[in-house]
Nanobody, 126 residues
Framework: QVKLVESGGGLVQAGGSLRLSCAASGRTFSSNSMGWFRQAPGKEREFVVGISRSDSRTYYADSVKGRFTISRDNAKNTVYLQMNRLKPDDTAVYYC???????????????????WGQGTQVTVSS
């Protein structure tokens, strides 16, 4: 069982930056591939970025590539999402997710993730 708690959301002007954190409980964090998703009002939850469990390979949605960076610190059971050059379209609730699957990377589909945080609101004003 893994419990995820996100933090770091808030209100920022367009062009600004935020750093989200996701603290995970449990002793299996290093064996979980991790991902960040977001959901804007009236829209489906969408993949943002993922990181593999072993070699920290990363993969990004095209909409955030070059602006967002994911990283993980297995010693701290924490995954981070650094968001730069934020745009109003980035406004959403951001969710951290963990996969207990055997694949090194869970991929981009929400159903491949087993554990979810409660979400943190990110609002980007124009």
């Amino acid at each position: 069982q893994v419990k995820l708690v996100e933090s770091g959301g808030g209100l920022v002007q367009a062009g600004g930056s935020l750093r989200l954190s996701c603290a995970a409980s449990g002793r299996t964090f290093s064996s979980n591939s991790m991902g960040w998703f977001r959901q804007a009002p009236g829209k489906e939850r969408e993949f943002v970025v993922g990181i593999s469990r072993s070699d920290s390979r990363t993969y990004y949605a095209d909409s955030v590539k070059g602006r967002f960076t994911i990283s993980r610190d297995n010693a701290k059971n924490t995954v981070y999402l650094q968001m730069n050059r934020l745009k109003p379209d980035d406004t959403a609730v951001y969710y951290c997710a963990a996969s207990a699957g055997s694949a090194a990377s869970a991929g981009t589909a929400p159903f491949r993730y087993d554990y979810w945080g409660q979400g943190t609101q990110v609002t980007v004003s124009s």
